[in-house]
């Protein structure tokens, strides 16, 4: 037939016509049904495929104007209902509860890290307070080198260096002389202060959930501790009257923290103790924004 090609067998030799797919004789595969097999119509139409581009992001300025409100409306529902959450008979013994605690535990926290066992105890009768016993000097070594291979781990370089020598110098200064008793009187306050700063920051910060109900949580906690660190400070700074209930109603029969630290530590004066307390309480708002503003710079740099 004409314009016929023809097609050998390489297993038998037979020759085939070139459209047959097996071979007549042997039946050995010739050729892929598919092989060669000219585009179609529809097939030379069709675009060649290019890869999808994904969407451009849109900015919604109402969205984006919200989430920059939102955390300042929380700061600000936290400054509204701590108030009602501290002279709410239930809600303000809760309070006095949770500050108790997060006081004691401040004690503690700095007695155990220069050395000194300690324990906080808080009665329901309106009474907490945290005792230690002696320095132990096993213990005081452990924690310096807990602190030192921390440091050494986080750290490189010339930081590392830097921090180490600054750790061999400061501790044994704070733990070895009269800075440990004052560290550990200051740590009760200190640890109010350091959680109402914590739970600021949660809640600019959008806390743990990101739920609404725990950020007014945190924003009323939060709130709660400084002011009653500020009003302490002010009304012992500026009140007679208020420096004659301090010193009578120590708990356990203790002399509260402010008169220790003055009298029998500083030899100051008790107004000028508070004074300075009151303005370290004071700091602690700006402290809780300075967290949020760097920890969220550094979430975007990442």
Known sequence: ??????????????????????????????????????????????????????????????????????????????????????????????????ASLVHEMGHSAVAWLLGMPSMPAIALDGHAAAVHSDQQLFLVAMILLVLATSLWKLLAGRARVIALCALGVLYPALAFTSARELLHLAGGHGGELAFAVLALWKALDGGFTDSRAERLLYGTVGWFLVGKNVFLG????????????????????????????????????????????????????????????????????D
């Open 1 to 98: 037939m004409p314009g016929t090609t023809a097609l050998a067998c390489r297993r038998c030799g037979r020759v085939s016509d070139s459209q047959a797919l097996t071979c007549e004789l042997c039946g050995e595969l010739l050729k892929r049904a598919c092989a060669l097999r000219p585009p179609g119509p529809e097939e030379l139409e069709r675009p060649a495929s290019v890869p999808s581009q994904p969407a451009p992001r849109t900015i919604d300025p109402a969205a984006e104007l919200r989430a920059r409100r939102e955390p300042w409306i929380y700061l600000a529902l936290g400054l509204v209902s701590a108030p009602i959450f501290a002279l709410t008979p239930l809600l303000g013994f809760m309070g006095w509860f949770l």
């Open 234 to 301: 002010w009304g012992l700074a500026t009140s007679a009257g208020s420096r004659a209930w301090y010193a009578e109603n120590g708990s356990f029969g203790f002399t509260n923290d402010y008169i220790r630290i003055a009298e029998d530590l500083l030899g100051w004066r008790l107004e000028s103790v508070a004074w300075l307390a009151f303005l370290v309480s004071l700091a602690a708002v700006p402290a809780a924004i300075g967290l949020w503003r760097l920890l969220a710079a550094s979430g975007r740099a």
